[in-house]
């Protein structure tokens, strides 16, 4: 009985692994083709647009290594998956504070 709910989760959090993957990966390039766009149409706000989308995307991505530490079983693994999860944290605090430095630069030159 143990062995089955344990398989059980195993798959729950693959699935759920796997659609966090899936929708950061969507929004990331969602977000590209919009920048894209905005680039060639020379909006002001490309850059704070495509830094949150590409932060928006990251949060995901880190909610799916997060899940993915729940079914390791080596101090192997645990490591590569605690790597991942500190560069994505620290991609995702950098783009925060760029957007923040963006958005304080777009105000002064309103001011």
């Known amino acids: 009985m143990i062995n089955y709910l344990n398989l059980t989760l195993d798959y729950i959090v693959e699935i759920g692994i796997l659609i966090f993957e899936f929708i950061g990966v969507g929004i990331i390039i969602a977000t590209c083709l919009i920048s894209f766009y905005k680039y060639i149409a020379k909006k002001p706000d490309t850059r704070i647009y495509l830094g949150k989308g590409l ?37 995702t605090f950098l783009i925060h504070w760029e957007i923040k430095e963006e958005e304080k630069e777009g105000k002064l030159h309103i001011e």
């Not at 995307?57 to 693994?77: A, D, N, Q």
């Open 55 to 91: 932060s928006m995307g990251l949060e995901f991505k880190l909610g799916s290594e997060i899940l993915r530490t729940v079914i390791v079983r080596e101090w192997k693994e645990i490591a590569i998956v605690a790597g991942i999860i500190a560069l994505r944290a620290t991609l």
